[in-house]
């Protein structure tokens, strides 16, 4: 008898770029600029998709760096309300096993200086696919995310 496990898991990570709301909502909701801090230089992509409306999907499948194990996101968005908040679900695999489930919910605030961004993942980490640290993990990866955001959002000369 194989033995499953999962582990629950939440976070929320909160930014302030000095922009304005459109600006940052934008490097969500345009899949071009999308691209630019939502993923790696090192990953080898197969698949990478971006259908930014209620109902569509998200795909970012292939490999990270060479011979690397095969990893897949797919998203869904389930509500997405203009320059204020964007929900979606997601799941993630490698090497074909289940890794994750997750709902994530972004909140862009105005502010007086640009924008503050809420960043909030309920997760469920399956079977130890990503390991057992693989919640930390996920917090840690997102959190480089949003600071690459931040780089495209307000590059250096």
Known sequence: MTTHSQTHATFVLERDYPVPVDRVWAAFADPELKRKWFGSDDFIYTDRTDDFRVGGTTTDDGYDGEG???SQFHATYTDIKPHERI???YDMWLNGAHASTSITTIVFTPTPTGTH???TEQ???LDNVHGPDAA???ESGTATLLETLAKVLTPTP
């Open 87 to 89: 929900v979606y679900t």
């Open 117 to 119: 961004l809420t960043f």
């Open 136 to 138: 930390s993990g996920r």
């Open 123 to 125: 997760g469920v980490h």
């Open 68 to 70: 690397g194990p095969f």
